[in-house]
């Protein structure tokens, strides 16, 4: 068999689930890479924090707490709390101590002078995800919503949004702060010009796969990449698997639906990415020049999402084939 | 009854008992501040730590884990060991969840341009030890220790020597990197000149007595302050009561006895600072210009270590009415 290298677009806890089907589905000598939205990234007391490249690493490096998706196993709040004691600011971020020591670790390095590359490599020589794990970029590009809080419009960090207002204030608009000044991370645009496969991971297609689509020169990358482009809808039966894409759609004018994603990123062909769509069974999505796969998509457990992600290569050959 | 103002030069772990069993000593409206050695401070894993002050705050706070004598009641180590699983070096020095929360925020504030003296007084709002606490300087000023390592002689900071090598490695020299360009930190001159009573606690007298003093200007105030300033022997039978004052005697040609350390310390009238000296009841020290009381010093208990206290102000009292 020919080593294949699966180039993987993935946002934070269903991107992450995603890729570890995806890691057990491929061959022994095939390569993964995967190019990680940065979007959410933030700073807190300090520390340095980048939430979906640490869940792609804890969960592919047996760290994760996998009930809750996120943060680690065994966690405790220790520090957390004394930080509360001292009614330091912000509050609202679930800060574990295990976790920490990544952020204290991470926010060293960046200090030093290190990319974030350079530091996400270093931490994987503990973790050993089994895959090339890529941050989108080097440079801070930050999503804010804007909102109206009831005292007026503003600007607020996703997270912000995300975690302490639960995504219940209506998003009007998201901004990726600092993004014109970004570039794709190293190994970036080598991993799209050099993949056999690209997939675009049923993460969230407003803050996940559209931030990291958003750094200049990637769309166009994707774009014109050699390897077909499947992409797996995040929503099924007309609700996101998980998270809160419902929320972040209708901002951009998106149906919350298979077929509405799938016409948001927009056929190859039209100028958009995606040659095939893999949607939930029961599902379906009409859209010139799309192939259209059906398979379960819940990712209910390792067997199944190994499944998914069969049939997301299959859908792939097939997009070559055809091509 | 007047209010008396006590100021007490302290180090970690004797000076914060003391400095306890003082406050349960005074009167109700009396105020004591405590000038706290800084030349154990480290950074570690970009975070600044403040040992002494600290020990001093967390015991006068009510936080200090009271068996050891340093760190915090109830603590944990998830963090260190995580670093540890990083191979994040040094790992040799204990930094538990609930102090790292005051490490963080002490690191933020003083990234932001805050001085020692401000973050101290901030941390304070939380700890209310009941005293004014202030770090002897605001600048950097750090002991080394001369050793031979056996590959030869280098400086090492003082944390390293005293927590990784136990103080095993034979100091053959002191020395307090930056203190030429150190100032004392704000409120120390005046707590000085406006002292009732000053008292040495009976901490090291190399690396927490001698290091306050070394503070340009220090030494020169305490010697012309207007109070009795008398000191309390960290030597009991020939041995330190805590800690390892035997390890740093004999760099500076000092003996290890209660003696031995007044004469080191020096009689006011002979250039030094001491008005009177307290020794443990068996013990004697002959210094002329100096008068010697000798009570219980052994602060077993917080009933002995206020009778303690009440001896030394005694005993101020006592040089003050023969003066």
Chains 1, 2 share one sequence.
């Not at 067997?303 to 070559?320: G, Q, V």
Request: proline share 6%; net charge negative.
């Amino acid at each position: 068999m020919p080593v294949v290298h699966v180039v993987v677009l993935a946002g934070g806890v269903g991107g992450a689930r995603f890729l570890s089907g995806l890691r057990a589905a491929v061959g022994a000598n095939d390569r993964i890479t995967a190019i990680v939205n940065t979007g959410d990234d933030l700073t807190l007391h300090g520390l340095r924090i980048c939430p979906d490249l640490d869940t792609v690493m804890y969960t592919l490096g047996g760290g994760i707490d996998s009930e809750r998706g996120w943060g680690r196993i065994g966690e405790t709040w220790t520090v957390m709390a004394e930080l509360a004691a001292y009614d330091a600011e912000p509050d609202w971020f679930s800060l574990g101590d295990r976790d920490l020591a990544t952020h204290l670790i991470r926010t060293r390095m960046l200090d030093a002078g290190f990319s974030l590359s350079a530091v996400t490599a270093a931490l994987c020589t503990r973790w050993q995800p089994g895959i090339i794990l890529l941050p989108m970029s080097n440079q801070r590009v930050e999503t804010h919503v804007v909102v109206d809080t009831g005292d007026g419009v503003r600007a607020i960090h996703f997270q912000e949004w995300w975690v302490r207002h639960r995504a219940e204030l209506p998003a009007r608009e998201f901004v990726q702060v600092g993004v014109s000044d970004a570039q794709p991370a190293a190994g970036v645009l080598e991993a799209l010009t050099g993949a056999d496969v690209l997939l675009l991971a049923p993460s969230n297609p407003v803050v996940s796969i559209d931030t990291i689509l958003g750094v200049p020169g990637l769309r166009d990358a994707v774009h014109n990449c050699p390897a077909p482009v499947v992409g797996l809808s995040p929503i099924v039966g007309g609700a996101p698997v998980r998270g809160m894409a419902d929320k972040c759609l209708p901002a951009v004018g998106v149906p919350t639906s298979a077929e509405g994603v799938a016409r948001h990123y927009g056929a190859r062909h039209d100028g958009g990415v995606l040659d095939g769509w893999l949607v939930h069974s029961d599902d379906t999505a009409d859209v010139p020049g799309v192939r259209v796969n059906a398979v379960p998509l819940l990712m209910t457990d390792p067997a199944a999402t190994a499944a998914m992600a069969t049939a997301a290569l299959t859908l792939a050959e097939e997009c070559r084939r055809s091509a």
